[in-house]
C-alpha cells in the first residue's frame, strides 16, 4: 500500500515538517506543564485525528490547563463548560429568544451556546442529567446543533475533551456506553513524581507563567487530519488491531478464558477504527510515514479502557480494567512477536 500522491518527496518533507512541529508543540506546552508526556502526546494524537477524548482524574492536576493551552497553541477558539446538576440542553447548545426589529416586526433568533467554539472542555461531564448529555453527543458525532428544527453545523475543528473526576460519585450520572464509545480516547492523568511535583509547586509560586505562543492555526489542523487518513498501514496491522478489539468481546469462539471470566462487555468495532487511526497520528508526530504494531499496542489502554466493562468477579478479585488489557496485549500477537 502507496500513499496516495503525486510527490512523494514533497509527502515525506510534510511529515517532517509535522514531526518538528510536535516538538515546537511540546516546547510550549512545556511552559506551563510539567511532565505528563504520555498524556500530552495522546491529546496531540485525538487532536490530529480529529477525535473527542475522556480526561480522567483527581482535581488539581492542570486538566484545564492543560486543554486551555493546547487550543492556544493551534490557536482555536476554546471554551469550557461547568456541567452542573441543573444544566438544560439549550445552556449548552443555545436558544431562541424572541427579538423586535427596527420595522416592529417580532422573530424568533437563535444565540449560539458555548458548544460554538472549537475546543470545549466539557468539565465533570458525568454531573449532569442524560437529556443535557444527549445534547452534547449530537454535536459530538455529527458535528451540529438542533434547536427549533433548524440545523447548525458548528465550526470546524470540533474537539471535545470531557473531564470526570473518578473520586466522588456522589450526585453524578454515569455516561451511557454509546457516548462513551464517541471518545477516542480515555486518557487517564496520575499523580507526578516528586521532583515534577517539586518544579510545578516551585514555578506557580514563584512568578507569572509564561505566554504560551501559537504555532497552527484552525486550517493547519484540518490539513493534518488529512493527511493523518493519509498514511499507509499494512492489513497485517489492521488485523491485529482488530482482533485486539474483538478479544476484549466475551463469548466469542476466539475470547480468552481470562476474558470470559472477567469482562462483561467488550469493545465495539469503533475500537480497532479509532486504534488505527490513532496508530497513523502517532506515527506522524513521530516523524514516520508508516503505522508499526507498537503504535497499536501504545494505545491501547487509551483506546479499550472506556470500551471494556469488567463485572463483578473481576471487581472481587481486584482486577481492574487496565489489568485485563495488559492481558489482551500479552494473549494477542502482532506481526512481530
Not at 422573530?107 to 454531573?127: C, M, S, T, Y
Not at 471518545?183 to 499523580?191: E, H, K, R, S
Not at 514563584?206 to 484552525?218: H, L, V, Y
Amino acid at each position: 500500500m502507496s500513499i496516495d500522491i503525486e510527490n512523494y518527496e514533497q509527502e515525506e518533507q510534510v511529515v517532517q515538517q509535522i514531526r518538528e512541529g510536535s516538538e515546537r508543540i511540546r516546547g510550549e506546552l512545556s511552559k506551563v506543564i510539567v511532565g505528563q508526556k504520555e498524556v500530552v502526546e495522546q491529546l496531540l494524537i485525538t487532536l490530529f485525528a480529529g477525535g473527542h477524548c475522556l480526561l480522567t482524574g483527581a482535581p488539581g492536576l492542570a486538566k484545564t490547563l492543560l486543554v486551555r493551552s493546547i487550543a492556544q497553541v493551534f490557536h482555536l477558539r476554546f471554551q469550557r463548560i461547568q456541567f452542573t446538576p441543573d444544566l438544560m440542553p439549550a445552556d449548552i447548545t443555545g436558544t431562541e429568544i424572541l427579538e423586535e426589529s427596527p420595522d416592529g416586526q417580532r422573530r424568533l433568533q437563535f444565540v449560539k451556546g458555548p458548544i460554538f467554539a472549537n475546543v470545549i472542555l466539557a468539565d465533570e461531564i458525568n454531573r449532569t442529567p442524560p437529556k443535557t448529555q444527549a445534547a452534547l453527543l449530537e454535536a459530538m458525532q455529527e458535528h451540529q446543533v438542533t434547536a427549533g428544527g433548524v440545523r447548525y453545523p458548528l465550526d470546524e475543528p470540533f474537539f471535545v475533551l470531557a473531564t470526570q473526576n473518578p473520586i466522588e460519585m456522589e450526585g453524578t450520572y454515569p455516561l451511557p456506553e454509546a457516548q462513551l464509545d464517541r471518545f477516542m480516547f480515555n486518557v487517564v492523568i496520575d499523580y507526578l513524581p516528586e521532583d515534577d511535583e517539586v518544579q510545578v509547586v516551585t514555578q506557580t509560586t514563584s512568578s507569572r507563567p509564561a505566554d504560551i505562543e501559537p504555532i497552527f492555526s484552525s486550517d493547519d489542523v484540518l490539513r493534518f487530519h488529512e493527511m493523518v487518513r493519509r498514511v499507509p498501514v499494512a492489513q497485517e496491522v489492521v488485523r491485529y488491531a482488530v482482533r485486539l478489539a474483538a478479544a476484549s468481546r466475551p463469548g466469542q469462539p476466539d475470547t480468552p478464558d481470562f476474558v470470559n471470566e472477567w469482562v462483561s462487555w467488550g469493545a465495539g468495532i469503533r475500537a480497532g477504527q479509532y486504534l488505527v487511526l490513532g496508530a497513523k497520528a502517532r506515527a506522524l508526530l513521530q516523524g514516520r510515514s508508516h503505522v508499526s504494531p507498537e503504535d497499536i499496542r501504545a494505545l491501547a489502554h487509551a483506546t479499550l479502557r472506556h470500551r471494556t466493562l469488567i463485572g463483578y468477579r473481576a471487581e472481587a478479585e481486584g482486577v481492574t480494567v487496565d489489568d485485563v488489557i495488559d492481558r489482551l496485549l500479552k494473549h494477542v500477537r502482532g506481526i512481530d512477536r
